[in-house]
């Protein structure tokens, strides 16, 4: 059974950078053609999608977030790893990890604050 669970803190104060993890169970995230990617929804918005890393280690990443976000892995662990700079209290939302370029596996979502 496929799961993926988000973690981090779910306050963050403007300017810092938002850090979240997903820890994933019953599939790795180096086997061939998997794609791990971010997705928020800012409250009362549609779902934003943020960026991917694949099973080679590569990252792309949305435009409109590209300057400011990262993604990042570890193997041994099982995790992949966002991170968003300068966090802004646009940035507040529900955070979610997936799996594939047509999602087939979702976490439960994680909500993120950016306030002082």
């Known amino acids: 059974q496929v799961q993926l669970q988000e973690s981090g803190p779910g306050l963050v104060k403007p300017s810092q950078t938002l850090s979240l993890t997903c820890t994933v169970t019953?599939?790795?995230?180096?086997?061939?053609?998997?794609?791990w990617s971010w997705v928020r929804q800012p409250p009362n918005k549609g779902l934003e999608w943020i960026g991917y890393?694949?099973?080679?280690?590569?990252?792309y990443y949305s435009p409109a977030l590209k300057s400011r976000t990262s993604i990042s892995r570890d193997t041994s662990k099982n995790q992949f790893t966002l991170r968003v700079e300068s966090a802004t209290p646009e940035d507040t939302a529900v955070y979610y990890c997936t799996r594939g370029r047509l999602i087939d596996y979702w976490g439960q979502g994680t909500q993120v604050t950016v306030s002082s």
């Open positions: 019953g599939s790795s995230i180096t086997t061939d053609y998997y794609y």
């Open positions: 890393i694949n099973f080679a280690g590569i990252t």
